[in-house]
């Protein structure tokens, strides 16, 4: 089992603050070190605890979030393809046209543009999420 963060990179614990070690990468991934309240501390740490039977999916490489659209340019470069574009943003409402040939909001029968006479909430379903823990 892996844990959220080693030993090691715990510095220093006193009854009310923890201080650890982290690489910023924001900040050219300089390594740093944060004071942070007892709670504070837990709270984050059980930020990045997994519930059961849950499985961390990581993207390494090329397909890493900061390193993605430059890469997947050099790759599409490399392999000789046309230049790579960024994916747009689409609508569902557009998919539905492009992929199935529907028109939400158009009669298929007549054509016209369909007028929405009543709307009604979706009703609300227990959620399966784990509870949240607030730490105070």
């Known amino acids: 089992m892996k844990r959220v963060i080693s030993n090691a990179r715990i510095k220093e614990v006193t009854a009310t603050h923890v201080s650890f070690s982290y690489t910023d990468r924001a900040d050219d991934y300089k390594k740093k070190v944060r004071n942070v309240e007892g709670k504070k501390f837990i709270k984050l740490f ?8 849950f499985m961390k999916i990581r993207n390494y490489g090329f397909l890493s979030s900061r390193s993605k659209t430059p890469m997947l340019r ?11 574009q960024k994916p747009k ?14 028109g939400v909001g158009i009669c298929r029968h007549c054509g016209a543009r369909m ?14 999420a784990s509870p949240l823990i607030k730490v105070t």
Do not use: G, M, Q, W
């Open 115 to 128: 007028i929405v006479i009543e709307s009604k909430d979706r009703p609300r379903t227990k959620s399966r």
């Open 89 to 102: 943003t689409i609508l569902v409402v557009e998919l539905l046209k492009l992929i199935h040939n529907v």
């Open 46 to 53: 059980l930020e990045h605890v997994l519930p059961k039977r």
């Open 74 to 84: 050099k790759l599409f470069e490399y392999f000789e393809l046309p230049a790579y």
